[in-house]
């Protein structure tokens, strides 16, 4: 089956920029997206088609999906977007809608 | 405005079945490339996708699970249900219903979450 894998956490100061990573085999021939998940709450999606954002994300959040790595970007971050972060791929195998391992993004 | 809600037990006891529907509005699933899903949370861990129905009433299903799962469509009611046999612990979870649609194989709407426990 097909997986995607994630660094357990990542810290970043305010303001500073943050990237996230998302490593399957050539997941860059496959659309990846993101997904933002504070405490108690339900994912949000952040990034569609590797580089999308949805209405309402703020432009701070960025997304590219090259080779075997897809990146989710954090440009000047608040202290608001401490949260979990989730990539996510289609894959036309038997599993079609498969996760990543999933990355706390902590706001130091 | 598109909302979906999950309802059905909170608490099941080992080996029963459990049954959770999916209550949405603001779209229809008789519309062309609109999907209807549950994915699953165990607490402190990752998403797992389980099972979509297209509108269509195309089915997929996480192959790890296919046997234990089922899932259906009332489109008179706006309502998916997703049924789960022989139930375990390690199937503490909560559960959500999403919606997607497009083509673009992703869930950009979220219910807000049902917590099933399993415990005797």
């Known amino acids: 089956s097909y997986e995607l894998t994630q660094p357990p956490s990542v810290s970043v100061s305010p303001g500073q920029t943050v990237s996230i990573t998302c490593s399957g085999d050539?997941?860059?021939?496959?659309?990846a997206c993101w997904y933002q998940q504070k405490p108690g709450q339900s994912p949000v999606l952040v990034i569609y088609q590797d580089s999308k954002r949805p209405s309402g994300i703020p432009e701070r959040f960025s997304g590219s999906n090259s080779g075997n790595t897809a990146t989710l970007t954090i440009s000047g971050t608040q202290a608001m977007d401490e949260a979990d972060y989730y990539c996510q791929a289609w894959d036309s195998g038997t599993s079609p809608y498969v996760f990543g391992t999933g990355t706390k993004v902590t706001v130091l | 405005q598109i909302t979906l809600k999950e309802s059905g037990p909170t608490l099941v006891r080992p080996t029963q079945t459990l049954t959770l529907t999916c209550t949405f509005s603001g779209f229809s699933l008789t519309a062309s490339g609109v999907g209807v899903g549950w994915i699953r949370q165990p607490p402190g861990k990752a998403l797992e996708w389980l099972a979509l129905?297209?509108?269509?009433?195309?089915?997929r299903y996480s192959p790890s699970l296919k046997s234990r799962l089922t899932i259906t469509k009332d489109t008179s009611k706006n309502q998916v249900v997703l049924t789960m046999t022989n139930m375990d612990p390690v199937d503490t979870a909560t559960y959500y219903c999403v919606h997607t649609a497009g083509g673009y194989y992703v869930f950009d709407y979220w219910g807000q979450g049902t917590l099933v426990t399993v415990s005797s």
């Open positions: 129905i297209h509108w269509d009433d195309d089915r």
């Open positions: 050539k997941l860059g021939d496959k659309y």
